[in-house]
């Protein structure tokens, strides 16, 4: 479901680093490979074929839509107290869409439907405009199975919105 809403406060139980992307057609592919590379370390296999699909659709769209460097973050954060899931975020230095939600494709359209199939696949997703660009997140839930570690939450965490701008690239893709 999608919110124009900034994502909402939620305690991180665990994070992964913030990977720059160039930009260019190989940004998607490798940021699959990170995203699947911490879910399977982190036991939530059952997650990777959706969470792969998702950061593919959110880097395509800021690879093809936006200015770059484009970056993107991954992190387990709690729903209540019995519940996480895996938030991610995509952001890069352009305006992002006008108005309160994307554009949506028509029947006639050959592309434009990567935000219905992030639309699908998570529970909740949106945008936010920031001073240093625009950055698109969502939102799948952990199976109950994998449920949140007491001891590895990062003290005092939270999920926010980027303030400051990007610096470097990481995909190894030729200018």
């Not at 969502?138 to 990062?154: I, K, V, Y």
Request: hydrophobic share 40%; charged share 20%.
């Amino acid at each position: 479901m999608y919110s124009p809403a900034p994502p909402p406060q939620r305690r991180i139980v665990r994070s992964a680093p913030r990977w720059h992307l160039s930009g260019c057609g190989e940004s998607p592919r490798a940021a699959r490979r990170q995203v699947v590379a911490t879910l399977t370390t982190w036991d939530l296999e059952n997650l990777v074929d959706d969470a792969a699909l998702v950061i593919s659709e959110l880097v395509t769209n800021a690879a093809t839509h936006g200015l770059g460097p484009i970056w993107h973050r991954l992190a387990t954060v709690t729903l209540d107290d019995a519940t996480t899931a895996v938030h991610m975020v995509v952001g890069d230095s352009g305006p992002g869409w006008r108005g309160r939600e994307p554009g949506r494709a028509s029947s006639q359209d050959t592309s434009g439907r990567g935000l219905d199939i992030v639309d699908a696949l998570a529970a909740l997703w949106g945008a936010a405009h920031t001073a240093a660009g625009h950055q698109v997140w969502a939102e799948l839930p952990t199976p109950t199975t994998g449920l949140r570690e007491p001891g590895r939450a990062c003290p005092g965490g939270r999920i926010t919105v980027e303030r400051e701008p990007v610096q470097g690239i990481g995909t190894g893709c030729a200018a």
